[in-house]
T-cell receptor
Framework: NAGVTQTPKFQVLKTGQSMTLQCAQD?????MYWYRQDPGMGLRLIYY???????DKGEVPNGYNVSRLNKREFSLRLESAAPSQTSVYFC???????????FGPGTRLTVT | EDQVTQSPEALRLQEGESSSLNCSYT??????LFWYRQDPGKGPEFLFT???AGEEKEKERLKATLTKKESFLHITAPKPEDSATYLC?????????????FGAGTTVTVRA
């Protein structure tokens, strides 16, 4: 039982490049989330998926898109990376939206 | 604006020296308050959920309590392995996005 897994662990992009961050969970959870963590700002919600087949914007969605591929997988795409998107990205999941969320190990992204 | 504030920002303890961390929140309606532990370079690890004032939860040397406007995380007789950043987060009612609003964290260092 791996919990929440994320790939890649580290990534360096140049401004304007695109990439997709992958997330998968094996806990049979219905809800999944993408957060970013920046120094001094705490974790902020980018997008979430309350259940398979639905996605919605969170607090800071600009510059990102998501896909809920199936119940297990939720990906985050940066279409045209900007230096302001340099951050640590965490995927999380929960049984349903009002239960505790479990986090993956994170992806450390640098945009130059 | 809804806000979560954690204090102190950093706490240095001697092994066995008990202390408390504070999480205060100014929100209009609380669904739940969550405590997480985060080790350097890793994702947040779920510790506790508290739902109503007066509630308490315990796990090993950690005890979390909740009042109407704040929560405390008490660390009793800490050991060096308790060194980590402790995050609190609130989930609001009503909430369509189920997001967790995080504080900036308290970094605890326990010296042997």
């Amino acid at each position: 039982n791996a919990g929440v897994t994320q790939t890649p662990k580290f990534q360096v992009l140049k401004t304007g490049q695109s990439m997709t961050l992958q997330c998968a969970q094996d806990m049979n959870h219905n809800s999944m989330y993408w957060y970013r963590q920046d120094p001094g700002m705490g974790l902020r919600l980018i997008y979430y998926s309350a259940s398979e087949g639905t996605t919605d914007k969170g607090e800071v969605p600009n510059g990102y898109n998501v896909s809920r591929l199936n119940k297990r997988e939720f990906s985050l795409r940066l279409e045209s990376a900007a230096p302001s998107q340099t951050s640590v990205y965490f995927c999380a999941s929960s049984i349903w939206g009002d239960y505790e969320q479990y986090f993956g190990p994170g992806t450390r992204l640098t945009v130059t | 604006e809804d806000q979560v504030t954690q204090s102190p920002e950093a706490l240095r303890l001697q092994e066995g020296e008990s202390s408390s961390l504070n999480c205060s929140y100014t929100v209009s309606g609380l669904r739940g308050l969550f405590w997480y532990r985060q080790d350097p370079g890793k994702g947040p690890e779920f510790l506790f959920t508290l739902y109503s004032a007066g509630e308490e939860k315990e796990k090993e040397r950690l005890k979390a309590t909740l009042t109407k406007k704040e929560s405390f995380l008490h660390i009793t007789a800490p050991k060096p392995e308790d060194s980590a950043t402790y995050l609190c987060a609130v989930q609001l009612v009503p909430s369509n996005d189920y997001k967790l609003s995080f504080g900036a964290g308290t970094t605890v260092t326990v010296r042997a």
